[in-house]
């Protein structure tokens, strides 16, 4: 039987949750204290953890349209200058992904009150990948940078393509 | 996976003090409703306080209950006020645009006196 939390080496974690409403907080108290050991700060932390769940979250009911034989699949990565994390699940991809939200048409009821899980990833990581396809599925990849000492931060040099600069 | 949350009444002077327990998720929207309820019942609510506890989660699905709260209070012109959060939630709760329609606040003292 596969492990459902694995310690792939001492800088990956993995992961592998059921597709129930609830389990996203395991993934997110597994992400913050991993990125506690490499020094993000508990602000960033609370903020890896809102990103963690709601991407999950999103997985789960989207990708995964709720389906309970389906898994939700997360790898943590703690690097030199940031902590990387994937959310893996089986569907298809995110049809769209709103850049902004109008909570005074929510409130109105001109739109449904739902939808703003990515919206929130996207205010909280410094980069987002809606997008990535993978064997069997769809990954939303996030990184968030380690805090540097000194300015200006060598935390850019790392530019990959077709990814959302958080709004941080 | 059930989720229960709790609630309690409280009137303070003419604010009415609405004391939500638990995670605040998809799965609050049935305990939520019926607390609103229960406060907008009392006839005279028509400011309302919303403390939550400060170490509750509270995820994307659990704020949209909050929002369909906040389209019956702005029907009936309510005035809503929320405590408890915790410093990231109210951070949370500033982005999506919660304070646009909800004054938001760091105790429920802070809020009563601004309430009244």
């Known amino acids: ?168 | 996976m059930e989720q229960t949350n709790q609630f309690q009444l409280k009137q303070q002077n003419d604010v009415t003090v609405l004391h939500i327990q638990g995670d605040i998720t998809a799965q609050s929207e049935p305990v939520i409703n019926e607390a609103y309820k229960k406060a907008d019942d009392q006839g005279a609510a028509q400011k309302i306080l919303v403390q939550f506890e400060e170490d509750a989660y509270i995820n994307s699905g659990g704020i949209a209950v909050l929002i369909q709260i906040l389209a019956h209070t702005q029907k009936k012109n309510q005035q809503i006020g929320i405590t408890g959060l915790s410093d990231h939630f109210k951070k949370i709760f500033n982005m999506v645009g919660i304070s646009k329609f909800a004054g938001i606040y760091n105790t429920v003292e802070d809020a009563l006196e601004a309430m009244s």
């Open chain 1, 1 to 168: 039987m596969k492990e459902k939390i694995r310690i792939v080496d001492e800088r990956t974690v993995e992961v592998d949750l059921p597709n129930m409403n609830g389990y996203e907080r395991i993934a997110m108290e597994c992400s913050a204290s991993f990125a506690k050991i490499g020094g993000l700060s508990k602000e960033r932390i609370e903020d890896l953890k809102t990103a963690v769940s709601e991407a999950c979250l999103n997985a789960m009911e989207h990708g995964n349209k709720g389906r309970p034989e389906a898994r939700v699949v997360i790898s943590m990565h703690l690097g030199d200058k940031d902590f990387r994390v994937s959310v893996k699940d089986e569907g298809n991809g995110i049809p769209h992904v709103p850049q902004n939200i109008d909570i005074r048409r929510k409130v109105a009821k001109l739109e449904p009150p739902n939808g703003l899980g990515l919206y929130l990833i996207q205010q909280l990581v410094d980069r987002v990948d809606f997008n990535e396809k993978t064997d069997g599925g769809h990954v939303v990849k996030m990184v968030l940078k380690m805090e540097c000492q000194t300015a200006p931060c060598p935390c850019d040099e790392d530019q990959t393509p077709t990814v959302i600069e958080g709004k941080r």
